[in-house]
């Protein structure tokens, strides 16, 4: 049994403001031991179940943010950025029995602790087929097109409940309780831990390759919170505007529609300006 884990820093243990997630910060160094507890639970837990192998995939940022050598000794790290599908790197391969989501948070314009989707806060809204999408829907679809069921899933209380909308099956836990987007109710790292672990260790009931989901298109939408984003991603091949400030293209597959979906992204990146975004 061989398990992903793709793990994001914002739905950490202790994570509730944007010093505690970027790099080079004393919070981001701070931040970075609960982070890396958050995952090694996962991975303990995993292996608790009987898993043989588990892969972490860096997913936060610069993807180089969990601290290896507090890791377990089973564990394998893929740490680093410039990868095919960024945050579930390694699913494509036909090895992986399950994926597990750790860090997660709800996406760009909704409540949850640091919201967004992808870019901080250029991004204010994604679409999939109509449905307001978070990292995880996007990533979810991803898995589904290559038979990978999402087992387990942590970060606040609301990407709890947003799971329930992609992963209905999947194991939740939510270390911290939303307040706003820059506050939280935030357990301890001895206590998110051990719910973790558990939560991992019985997630692995649900672990097995599934039929791949495939037929349909995906359409992405995306609004930006400036005109000028809107018209950078157009250079995109297929990406069109659809409104005022928004843009759409369409995918015969997920693995087409989030490397489109990655492009887009950092096109609009290299266009947000100091200041005025």
């Given at each position: 049994m061989k398990i992903l884990i793709s793990a994001d820093m914002e739905g950490a243990?202790?994570?509730?403001?944007?010093?505690?997630?970027?790099?080079?910060?004393?919070?981001?160094?701070?931040c970075r031991s609960m982070f890396t507890s958050d995952v090694n639970a996962a991975a303990l837990g995993f292996y608790d179940g009987g898993a043989d192998e588990v892969l972490v995939n860096e997913a936060h940022w610069s993807m180089r943010n969990?601290?290896?050598?507090?890791?377990?000794e089973r564990v394998r790290m893929l740490t680093g950025k410039h990868k095919s599908l960024s945050m579930v790197e390694g699913i494509q391969h036909g090895d992986v029995d399950a994926v597990a989501f750790v860090g997660y948070h709800t996406g760009a314009g909704t409540e949850g602790v640091l919201a967004h989707t992808y870019l901080a806060n250029s991004i204010t809204g994604v679409w999939l087929n109509g449905v307001r999408a978070s990292e995880g829907l996007l990533n979810a679809h991803v898995a589904a097109e290559y038979g990978v069921p999402v087992v387990l899933v942590t970060g606040d209380d609301l990407t709890c409940v947003d799971a329930d909308g992609y992963a209905p099956d999947a194991r939740k836990?939510?270390?911290?309780?939303?307040?706003?987007?820059?506050a939280a109710v935030c357990r301890t790292p001895a206590r998110t831990a051990a719910d973790i672990r558990a939560a991992a260790r019985s997630a692995t009931v649900l672990a097995g390759r599934r039929d791949p989901v495939t037929g349909g298109e995906f359409t992405v939408e995306l609004e930006f919170d400036a005109e000028h984003l809107a018209a950078a991603a157009t250079v995109v091949p297929g990406v069109a505007p659809s409104g005022e400030r928004r843009v759409a293209y369409t995918s015969a597959t997920m693995y087409e529609g989030i490397r489109t979906f990655k492009a887009v992204t950092t096109i609009v990146s290299a266009a947000v300006e100091e200041q005025y975004g």
């Open positions: 243990t202790g994570v509730t403001w944007p010093a505690d997630v970027l790099p080079g910060t004393p919070q981001w160094e701070r969990l601290l290896l050598e507090h890791m377990d836990v939510a270390v911290k309780d939303y307040v706003s987007r820059y």
